[in-house]
């Protein structure tokens, strides 16, 4: 009985082993992947929570940052529509997020610092946020000009279809963009470099706008909202 034992102790043990050495470290190419993976495209959790340090606090974090970052973006029609709700803000919101994930791409390049720290640079094709806000305008404004006496309500349900087919209708930027990230070897996990929550931010940016510096976006948005008037006058 005892010697059963022993050898099914054994075999546990050998298992456990063997499972353990077939897990091979991931490359940094495979990292920064992984990074932008659950970053923006909210996919492999499991492996994040595994690879990065701390992952499924960094991991919470990262969502937080997304929610309240993708939330201002709604924040351009309360001018022209200053009724929406809440739940409808964040539906756009919800909407945006889910086009941009599904239409943008990205390509990445790692560059060794030393031999604990690497960074990795993105390509990024990102959605054309700009133009999807014209194109919704463009449609209320006209519909403005033909009934000035349009109710808000009215309104607010011609900018919600005006804005949701134009993210069927959306597409990337022709330009790419490109941002670039630290990460660090911490033993067998890896983690962001301290000080990064601007990079952070502006990676967000680019696969939302295609446009990775703000002062750059918020030009682009004021050009494209005179543009607008403009083109409806």
Not at 107 to 117: A, C, P, Y
Not at 173 to 178: F, G, L, Y
């Given at each position: 009985m005892k010697r059963k034992t022993y050898l099914l102790c054994s075999l546990i043990i050998l298992v456990m082993t063997l499972g353990a050495c077939g897990k091979k470290a991931l490359t940094s190419e495979e990292v920064g992947s992984l990074f932008v993976d659950h970053f923006i495209y909210q996919q492999q959790d499991e492996a994040f929570?595994?690879?990065?340090?701390?992952?499924?606090?960094?991991?919470?974090?990262?969502?937080?940052?997304?929610?309240?970052?993708?939330?201002?973006?709604?924040?351009v029609f309360d001018s022209v529509v200053d009724n929406l709700t809440d739940a409808e803000k964040e539906q756009l919101s919800t909407d945006l997020m889910r086009t941009v994930r599904k239409k943008s791409s990205y390509?990445?390049?790692?560059?060794?610092?030393?031999?604990?720290?690497v960074e990795v640079t993105y390509t990024i094709h990102g959605f054309d946020y700009s133009h999807?806000?014209?194109?919704?305008?463009?449609?209320?404004?006209?519909?403005?000009?033909?009934?000035?006496s349009l109710s808000s309500d009215n309104k607010k349900t011609g900018l919600l279809l005006a804005y949701e087919e134009g993210l069927e209708k959306g597409?990337?930027?022709?330009?790419?963009?490109?941002?670039?990230?630290?990460?660090?070897?911490?033993?067998k996990k890896w983690q962001l470099a301290d000080n990064q929550d601007d990079e952070l931010e502006k990676l967000l940016l680019a696969f939302i706008s295609g446009i990775n510096d703000k002062d750059q976006y918020n030009k682009e948005m004021s050009d494209m909202l005179k543009r607008t008037i403009d083109s409806v006058s």
């Open positions: 929570k595994e690879t990065f340090v701390e992952g499924e606090l960094l991991s919470k974090q990262l969502k937080l940052m997304t929610n309240v970052f993708e939330d201002s973006f709604s924040d390509e990445l390049k790692t560059q060794e610092i030393d031999k604990k720290r999807l806000v014209e194109q919704t305008l463009e449609t209320v404004f006209r519909e403005l000009m033909k009934s000035p597409q990337t930027k022709k330009e790419a963009t490109k941002v670039s990230l630290i990460f660090e070897k911490d033993k």
